[in-house]
């Protein structure tokens, strides 16, 4: 817990940075739902007492689907897949895009709570912002329109959404910051890379052969596991299972 508070005084920018980032997808989410509620004449709050407490469950879970990562081998040892998202998708699906940021933040704070920090917080931030990337346009595409069709257009989208933001995001920002908090040269990162890949020789390399491969395979598996599962145990979520 200490190492943890410390890890934040050091890296204050960072942290508001992280989250500024935060409020924005929380923006994001909140505008797309009152707009689908106005034009549904829905009343109620977002989130509702049971919204609250699946959130709280789902959060935990998927907190815990984020320390169980798994190595790809065609990706450096700091890249890890893992089904973290699969938990906000499916109540992004059931209660929201909001329920789904929330999901997405709290077993951010409560992975670190337990674990704490590997990456000086550049790893939780890219969990968040490339996992919001999927759950914001997969649950909004979802929300106007709540069938099969749209469910399948909208984890397909996400992944594709996914798999963009997650390259730029990396390439721009996250390897930069990442390689400036650990006071290494960015050419460090790419031969971690290149002795998984000797074609990886830069960082576009490094985005393309990897970054993006990882997105792909994580969004589809994620997608698919929600639109299988999704509609048997929606009832269950929402309360209306007879």
């Known amino acids: ?3 943890l508070f410390m890890s934040l005084k050091e890296n204050v920018t ?12 929380f923006v994001i989410a909140y505008v797309a739902q009152k707009i689908a ?4 004449n829905a ?7 049971r919204t609250m407490a699946v959130t709280g469950m789902f ?12 190595p790809v081998f065609f990706a450096p040892s700091f890249y890890k897949f893992d089904f973290s998202e699969l938990p906000a998708l499916i109540g992004a699906f059931a209660f929201g895009p909001v329920a789904g940021v929330m999901i997405e933040f709290i077993k951010i704070v409560i992975k670190c709570l337990f674990k704490g920090t590997s990456t000086a917080f550049v790893g939780e931030l890219a969990n968040f912002v490339i996992g919001c990337s999927l759950i914001l346009p997969a649950s909004i595409i979802y929300l106007f329109r ?7 257009a909208g984890c397909i989208t996400g992944t594709l959404i996914m798999t963009v933001v997650g390259s730029v995001f990396n390439a721009v920002y996250l390897l930069p910051k990442f390689a400036q908090m650990f006071g290494m040269p960015l050419e460090a990162i790419v031969e971690m890379a290149t ?15 990897a970054v993006a491969p990882l997105n792909l395979l994580k969004g589809g598996a994620v997608s698919l596991i929600t ?11 929402k309360g209306s299972h007879n």
């Open 227 to 237: 639109i299988l599962i999704y509609k048997k145990i929606s009832g269950i979520l």
């Open 43 to 49: 009343s109620g709050r977002i989130l509702s007492t």
């Open 37 to 40: 509620r106005k034009k549904e």
């Open 59 to 70: 959060s935990a879970i998927s907190a815990i689907l984020m320390i169980l990562e798994i």
């Open 14 to 25: 960072f942290v508001l940075e992280f989250l500024g980032l935060v409020v924005l997808m």
């Open 146 to 152: 709540k069938n099969k069709k749209t469910a399948i």
């Open 1 to 3: 817990m200490n190492d």
């Open 195 to 209: 002795a998984i890949n000797p074609k990886i020789t830069s960082i576009s390399g490094l985005v393309i052969m």
